[in-house]
T-cell receptor
């Protein structure tokens, strides 16, 4: 198994509060990703990183920001959580960016915004 | 735009029988990769199998094989000799070769497979 951990694994928060989710890898992979999973949508990319301090937006990035100050850590922040951000969040890593590079996923974080 | 379609929201299969999960895709990229992931009830996403668009042979990994028909743009997952532990959600995904699309996976909506004893 790829060494990917996510914290917290479960979180309940209230609308308007900031939330930070952490992804930590021990594989020294360059690329890291944040996805969200909602019923009927599969997984959708929020943000990704192609190196330390190098990040870019995915298809559903509104309301989210990310930071990567070390190779092993990728943080996802909800500046002011809304109920529409209730979801399961997955971090993924890959060694390269070409289509043959498999993305390996962390265990997920279940976030509920009340 | 890239798109993955999984038309079977749910399927049943008898234990020890084979089952095919359908996946069709749409892309304008000349080269791409196709992936299948398994998500059991515990929630993690487990990589199963990969097929490259230029691969001449269908990919196989143990009991999993990918029936790749490029002209029809389909990449169906075949699970042989189903086991109770195969009960899970299965996602088909695609990734392009081109720089502006290769960074992400595009997922289908998934197929829930239930294996009957």
């Amino acid at each position: 198994d790829a060494g990917i951990t996510q914290s917290p694994r479960h979180k309940v928060t209230e609308t308007g509060t900031p939330v930070t989710l952490r992804c930590h890898q021990t594989e020294n992979h360059r690329y890291m990703y944040w996805y969200r999973q909602d019923p009927g949508h599969g997984l959708r990319l929020i943000h990704y990183s192609y190196g330390v301090k190098d990040t870019d937006k995915g298809e559903v990035s509104d309301g989210y920001s990310v930071s990567r100050s070390k190779t092993e850590d990728f943080l996802l922040t909800l500046e002011s959580a809304t109920s529409s951000q209730t979801s399961v969040y997955f971090c993924a890593i890959s060694d390269g960016w070409v289509s043959t590079d498999t993305q390996y996923f962390g265990p997920g974080t279940r976030l509920t915004v009340l | 735009a890239q798109k993955i379609t999984q038309t079977q929201p749910g399927m049943f299969v008898q234990e020890k029988e084979a089952v095919t999960l359908d996946c069709t895709y749409d892309t304008s990229d000349p080269s791409y990769g196709l992936f299948w992931y398994k998500q059991p009830s515990s929630g993690e996403m487990i990589f199963l199998i990969y097929q490259g668009s230029y691969d001449q042979q269908n990919a196989t990994e143990g009991r999993y094989s990918l029936n790749f028909q490029k002209a029809r743009k389909s990449a169906n997952l075949v699970i042989s000799a189903s086991q109770l532990g195969d009960s899970a959600m299965y996602f088909c995904a695609m990734r392009g070769f081109e720089m502006d699309s290769s960074y992400k996976l595009i997922f289908g909506s998934g197929t829930r497979l239930l294996v009957r004893p």
